[in-house]
């Protein structure tokens, strides 16, 4: 197969899209520097009997209420930045590269709990791999890590965005998150992620042991090709046997976009810039996994439509389940998901202010059941869909989202006035959203 020069022009899109950097300000690098010189020896990690941690077997994941969840995510963390550092290791040896002063510097601040130095060597790390921009002048007082542009990167990526949503999120929205994202996963499955919280946090949570076998994978991701070998070793690591696009069919699934765009090379170079080609390719690059998996339960969390799934799936718990063969949705099912919402809501509102005033955990489930409600819109179950936006927008008032979603359910259904109404709504609770305010003026021209 002749090779195409491709660029994602917003190929950090899945690296950027946990959290903003509030300013351009150039972080002091001079931390690392000193730390990487200046370390002797590993420190202690913060978790007591770290050795007990490593050599014993991963609690069973759908045992999570047998710990409080405090001891739960202390545990949790201990073995995931242990097993993220050895990995990073046995990765870097796979590839012929050495491992970084700076990035060892990095896990020597994560075993020892020191959150400032992590965030400050994190972002170092970041301007390093070349992977955030800064002004062009700042280049010329670093020079860009080559490593850290490669498949080490999501490794360094996902340890420091773990850590830090499960601190933003806290051991009792953290551990509600995991148990409610695997409690209806089946063994020997692929989880296909999408949005931070639930690809981060239950990353860390997850039982990697052969006896559930369950894949986690970015599918936000997976056109980054850094990532997607990264996501290769991970499953060699896990003795896992998911089959992942080679580097034939990779380059097939770009190949085939390109085709049917006709897009124009540009210099030799095809050029993707736009989210929604980005996500196209996912999509077909996680339609070439479920075609080489057939034995393997596939789930997924949708944050945004892939059209071709739509007849294959039918919601599971807070995501969905992928079948490899149509589906028929029925009232059974659609109760027992409803049922399913209400139970969960129910619990989320009894954590208090914990759930209340986490924007982004109220966020993060509302996207899950407003994922549903599309689903729905989809086939056709416009009732459905309309009581199932309306509880994501009762678990997330900020999110217009949502609401645009059901206005566009009303309007389906000639309901301009109660599409007017619940855009009415948001503008209320949310007077400062100017998007409210173009989302009204476009309904009342219907």
């Known amino acids: 197969m002749k090779k195409i020069a491709i660029i994602i022009t917003i190929s950090c899109f899945f690296f950027v899209s946990c959290g903003k950097h509030e300013s351009e300000d150039i972080f002091d690098t001079n931390i690392l520097l000193e730390l990487s010189e200046s370390k002797k020896s590993k420190p202690k990690h913060r978790a007591k009997n770290i050795q007990k941690i490593e050599e014993q077997n991963t609690e069973n994941?759908?045992?999570l209420d047998?710990?409080?969840?405090?001891?739960?995510?202390?545990?949790?963390?201990?073995?995931?930045?242990?097993?993220?550092?050895?990995?990073?290791?046995?990765?870097?040896?796979?590839?012929?590269?050495?491992?970084?002063e700076n990035a060892e510097a990095f896990f020597d601040a994560v075993e020892a709990g020191?959150?400032?130095?992590?965030s400050n060597m994190y972002n170092s790390l970041e301007l390093m791999s070349g992977r955030r921009y800064v002004s062009s002048n700042f280049y010329g007082k670093m020079d860009i890590d080559e490593t850290l542009n490669s498949p080490l990167w999501p490794i360094i990526f996902e340890?420091?965005?773990?850590?830090?949503?499960?601190?933003?999120?806290?051991?009792?929205?953290?551990s509600k998150l995991t148990k409610s994202f695997f409690e209806n996963i089946n063994?020997?499955?692929v989880a296909l992620n999408a949005s931070a919280a639930m690809r981060l946090i239950c990353n860390i949570f997850q039982n990697n042991s052969s006896e559930n076998n369950i894949s986690l994978i970015n599918y936000y991701a997976l056109?980054?090709?850094?990532?997607?070998?990264?996501?290769?070793?991970?499953?060699r690591q896990n003795q896992s046997s998911v089959e992942l696009p080679d580097n034939i069919e990779f380059e097939k699934v770009f190949a085939d976009y390109v085709?049917?765009?006709?897009?124009?090379?540009?210099?030799g170079k095809i050029t993707i810039s736009d989210v929604k080609g980005v996500m196209e390719l996912n999509g077909n690059l996680v339609k070439t996994i479920w075609k080489k998996n057939p034995a393997k339960n596939f789930y997924i969390e949708e944050n945004y439509v892939l059209p071709w799934m739509n007849d294959y799936l039918e919601p599971s718990g807070m995501i969905m389940k992928l079948g490899h063969e149509k589906t028929e949705l029925t009232s059974e099912i659609i109760n027992k998901n409803n049922n399913y919402w209400n139970n969960l809501i129910?619990?989320?509102?009894?954590?208090?202010?914990?759930?209340?005033?986490?924007?982004?955990?109220k966020r993060t489930f509302a996207n899950s059941r407003a994922a549903i409600a599309r689903f729905y819109e989809a086939r056709g179950y416009l009732y459905d869909a309309e009581s199932a936006f309306l509880q994501a927008i009762e678990l997330c008032p900020s999110e217009l989202k949502s609401t645009k979603n059901l206005s566009n359910v009303y309007l389906k259904q000639n309901r301009i006035d109660d599409a007017l109404k619940i855009a009415m709504e948001f503008k209320k609770k949310n007077p400062d959203n100017k998007k409210a305010d173009i989302l009204i003026n476009k309904i009342k021209k219907n």
């Open 61 to 63: 994941i759908q045992n």
């Open 66 to 100: 047998d710990q409080d969840p405090e001891t739960l995510m202390s545990n949790a963390i201990a073995r995931f930045t242990l097993n993220q550092r050895k990995n990073l290791n046995a990765l870097a040896l796979e590839l012929g590269l050495k491992v970084s």
């Open 114 to 118: 020191d959150w400032d130095a992590i």
């Open 159 to 174: 340890t420091y965005y773990g850590l830090k949503m499960t601190r933003e999120w806290g051991p009792e929205l953290s």
């Open 187 to 189: 063994d020997n499955s």
């Open 223 to 235: 056109c980054d090709k850094t990532y997607l070998d990264y996501a290769s070793f991970n499953e």
């Open 259 to 267: 085709k049917k765009l006709n897009k124009q090379k540009v210099n």
């Open 346 to 361: 129910d619990s989320l509102n009894q954590s208090g202010e914990i759930f209340t005033k986490n924007e982004e955990a």
